[in-house]
């Protein structure tokens, strides 16, 4: 019996089955709970703190600090990175895009 993902990269398995946004959000959403974590601890900015600064309530600051809540927004992440005092960035890596299939339309 061959494998048919021998030789293939883990990006194309994904994309195979069919889970590869799914899998990537949740990725990205996993380090961007991390880093603001580690951002507001190493500020001593609480929960509530952060709230405030962000001039939202508790359960938005608890959606974004949860890691497996992917729906996140721009402008969401955008008050937290003001609040904290750190630059977001978000960028597309156009170098990847030759290795990636193309897309039907």
Avoid at 4 to 18: A, V
Avoid at 27 to 54: D, F, G, H, P, W
Wanted: aromatic share 4%.
């Amino acid at each position: 019996m061959v494998n048919p993902h021998i030789g293939s990269d883990f990006d194309e398995f994904l994309q195979e089955e069919g889970i590869f946004e799914e899998v990537t959000a949740a990725a990205l959403k996993r380090v961007i709970s991390l880093q603001l974590n580690m951002v507001m601890q190493s500020k001593c900015i609480t929960k509530t703190e952060m709230a405030a600064l962000m001039h939202t309530d508790r359960a938005v600051v608890n959606r974004l600090l949860d890691k497996d809540d992917t729906s996140v927004t721009l402008a969401t992440l955008a008050r937290a990175s003001v609040a904290v005092g750190v630059p977001l960035r978000i960028e597309f890596n156009i170098t990847h895009m030759a290795a990636l299939p193309p897309q039907s339309k």
